[in-house]
């Protein structure tokens, strides 16, 4: 069965520094996988999807197939950015997509 | 933007009751979908509905939910016999395509 795995529940970092949030998946098709972010009291919105291959708000993500890994990043991390943020999966044929728990971003001044 | 919408935000309902959650999709989507998330746990997938009928299901949505378009707008969630187990953020979503998926606020089902 396929699983998205988020191995950290909270990261805290300093405004300006790096930022991971870390997402690992199995599957042993081609995955769509995707980045979802819910600001406080707000509705859970996409951040970013794998195939776009975009950069939203300063957040990449790249797929890597071989390490069946799908992290986000930004090189310098905004205050605005503390959030949570999901990772999920859907796979080829199916409607449905696989959430990992999630992270909390917190970004520090 | 248009956004997808659902009411209310949250239902307080006692065990065994019916309820019935509601929700807007965006005018042009033609994917439908139930998630919920209890407190502390992943969002899961319960449904989707698509050509007014649904296309797939997870192995949460058993006898006692079920799902309605009743007219071009709405897309209900009915619990047939609440439990407390089923008190969850229970969230809709709608797409044009098969994704991305564009979310409500989400309803808060507390079940007593």
């Known amino acids: 069965a396929q699983r998205v795995t988020q191995p950290e529940k909270l990261l805290s970092v300093f405004k300006g520094a790096p930022v991971e949030l870390k997402c690992n998946y199995s599957?042993?098709?081609?995955?769509?996988l995707f980045w979802y972010v819910q600001y406080s009291r707000q509705r859970l919105q996409l951040l970013l999807r794998?195939?776009s291959r975009e950069s939203i708000k300063g957040f990449t993500a790249d797929l890597n197939k071989g390490e069946t890994s799908f992290h986000l990043k930004k090189p310098f991390a905004q205050e605005e950015d503390s959030a949570m943020y999901y990772c999920?999966?859907?796979?080829?044929?199916?409607?449905?997509?696989?959430f990992g728990k999630g992270t909390k971003l917190t970004v520090n001044p | 933007e248009p956004e997808v919408t659902q009411t209310p935000s949250h239902q307080v309902t006692q065990m065994g009751q019916e309820v019935i959650l509601r929700c807007v999709p965006i005018?042009?989507?033609?994917?439908f979908y139930w998630y919920r998330q209890i407190l502390g746990q992943k969002v899961e997938f319960l449904v989707s509905?698509?050509?007014?009928?649904?296309?797939?299901k997870s192995e949460i949505f058993d006898d006692q939910f079920s799902v309605e378009r009743p007219d071009g707008s709405n897309f209900t969630l009915k619990i047939r016999s609440t439990k407390l187990e089923d008190s969850a953020m229970y969230f809709c979503?709608?797409?044009?395509?098969?994704?991305?998926?564009?979310f409500g606020n989400g309803t808060r089902l507390t079940v007593t």
């Open positions: 979503a709608s797409s044009i395509g098969r994704s991305p998926l564009h």
């Open positions: 999920a999966l859907m796979q080829g044929g199916s409607e449905k997509l696989v």
């Open positions: 599957y042993s098709g081609s995955p769509e």
């Open positions: 005018s042009n989507h033609l994917y």
């Open positions: 794998h195939i």
């Open positions: 509905f698509y050509n007014n009928e649904i296309s797939e």
